[in-house]
């Protein structure tokens, strides 16, 4: 049975209720009996008898179920309430509702909450229809409102109950798509009311007003305009288009610094925002251009976030960045552009140009960027001739450069000095020269994970010169061989899924800071690992040695290991003195190896007093595993 609109039902708990109240009116009569009671709140006028005074108040009244803290404070947040609680103090400040079921604003209600400052509907039902225009005619203080979330969730239609109130008007049932449902039922449900038109008027006194996350296709010159403490909109995850947002939506609201318009049907950048932006979410519409003169005014602007559109260069002007004196971060990423726009500011320091189309980087493009720091060209198309030698040499501060999906069949020559980051992966590099790195002495990380490096192409003294690299990784190249001249300071070292066969230990001499070792998904074998190749690693702390050919856990690890993987190798049985040079391990991985019940010798894991993992897991049967007596008892030993 579906109920009429808006309708309030008796809740359960109701009976214990008006049993309390008949309680309390009891106590209450006999107070006033008795000499010097104080009188009863709203009692002390003309009509009734005036019993004398206290000089202790009552204390502040609270809805039931709600909690009420302070006196100004009223939280019923998550209590599946569907009417507007109805004995709210006229004291309230803070008001918190979200988390509920309600469907409307009763304007009586509202309009008594004259010093109200935060009103939060986050996450209820309430529709455009549930919140009338003279809603907030009486709250001349609010500052913050919440009503993000009010989307219709579609729920199941209830059993006939007592306990619901689902508005008889709005009934209109429809079948929802039965595949996946068990036994193939398809349940009927109830089809709410949107929130799909923002208020005509909201608060002058409003700072932050959120309306996040419904379907909002319009807003009103009074929504958001003529507030001049505004400080904070979020329409993100609505419906609105150029068509549902005045020109005039944020007149005289001059202090807005935050405007999220994320994840709308925009085509075009709007115009007359507010000239106080400092932070512009425009990511997930369909913008296809930014009018002349559209960011003329937003001098302040520091963050504009653009990515996943539809812009090409056509879409942009020469000048449509060139006034946005501050201009930090700019996300461009996602679009159609074919080439670096024009006109970038020189404060800028994160330019996010991935996923585009761009061809060739145009010096002249980014010659006023020149506090660049953050350059993000991943998954273009600027094949072998897109960078040219020397091209970024003008960005003289940038720190990060990623070129990774771009089809590069060479290092970029001459990068700029200062370089600390260089992420290349996903390209066609098959050779690495002499000099190609020696432009960027200060690389601290050099990523070149699968391109086509074979070690016959790898230049001999290719890394000499990178003396503050820290992290080197050569994954999914063609590797048959350790490079030659790492530097000295590395910590992090990833050569897995190459084509290794053999370790020796002239390559990793002097590697004695090193704290990270991948060698996973090679061809290694422990007769192929020549004496004494980890005996300069003194730092090593994780070394990987997972999915290659070992038959057996190789002798004298580094004294520091503290993980070691060898797990999907031809492990059939562990010594009693296999890991007598690792007495700090804490983790080992043995599982998919061929040990069977008594494969580890009893012995193998004395002294690990720090060990609290040993997995087994995926062998051919349950391995047993004997932790010592000395070892915490976290440890966990695992079999299939």
Partial sequence: MLLSPWRPCAQPGDTLTQSLHSQQLSLLLLLLLLPGSPAAPGMEDAAFP????????????????CSCPRADMVDCDGLDLRV???????????????????????????????????????????????????????????????????????????HPTPDLAWPASHSTEYRGDSTGLEGGHQDQYVVLPQLSVAPQFLPRSLRVADLAANQVTEIFPLTFGEKPALRSVYLHNNQLSNAGLPPDAFHGSEAITTLSLSN?????????????????????????????????????????????????DSGLEATTFSKLHRLEYLDL????????????????????LG???????????????????????????????GLPAGVLRPLRGLHTLHVYGNGLERVPLALPRRLRSLVLPHNRVAVLGARDLTSTPGLAELNLAYNHLASARVHRRAFRSLRALRSLDLTGNQLTRLPSGLPNGLHTL???RNQLRALEPEPLAGLDQLRELSLAHNRLRVGDIGPGTWHELQALQVLDLSHNELSFVPPDLPEALEELHLQSNRIGHVGPEAFLST???????????????????????????????????????????QLPPTAPRRPRAWGP
């Fill in 333 to 352: 990423s996602h679009n159609q552009l074919a080439a670096v726009p024009a006109g970038l500011p020189r404060t800028l320091a994160v330019l996010h």
């Fill in 84 to 158: 507007f609680p109805n004995n709210i103090t006229r004291a309230a400040q803070h008001l918190s509702l979200q988390n509920n079921q309600l469907q409307e604003l009763p304007y009586n209600e509202l309009s008594r909450l004259s010093d109200l400052r935060t009103l939060n509907l986050h996450n209820n039902l309430i529709s455009s229809e549930g919140l009338p225009d003279e809603a907030f005619e009486s709250l001349t203080r609010l500052q913050h409102i919440y009503v993000a979330h009010n989307k219709v969730r579609y729920p199941p239609k209830p």
């Fill in 494 to 496: 990833r050569l897995q």
């Fill in 264 to 312: 709308n049907q925009l085509s075009y950048l709007p115009p007359s925002l507010p000239p106080s932006l400092e932070r512009l979410h425009l990511q997930n519409n369909l913008i296809t251009k930014v009018p002349r003169g559209a960011l003329s005014r937003q001098t302040h602007l520091r963050e504009l976030y653009l990515q996943h559109n539809q812009l090409t």
């Fill in 583 to 625: 007495p700090g391990l804490r983790a080992l991985f043995l599982r998919a190896n061929r040990l069977h019940m008594t494969s580890i010798a009893p012995e193998a894991f004395l002294g690990l007093v720090h060990l609290q993992v040993v997995d087994t897991t995926g062998n051919p049967e349950q391995v047993l595993v």
């Fill in 50 to 65: 005036h019993m004398g005074e206290s000089s202790q108040p009552l204390p502040w009244a609270c809805p039931l179920r």
């Fill in 355 to 385: 996923r585009n189309r761009i061809h060739q980087v145009d010096a002249d493009r980014l010659r006023g960027a020149r506090g660049l720091r953050y350059l993000l060209l991943q998954h273009n198309s600027l094949g072998a001739a």
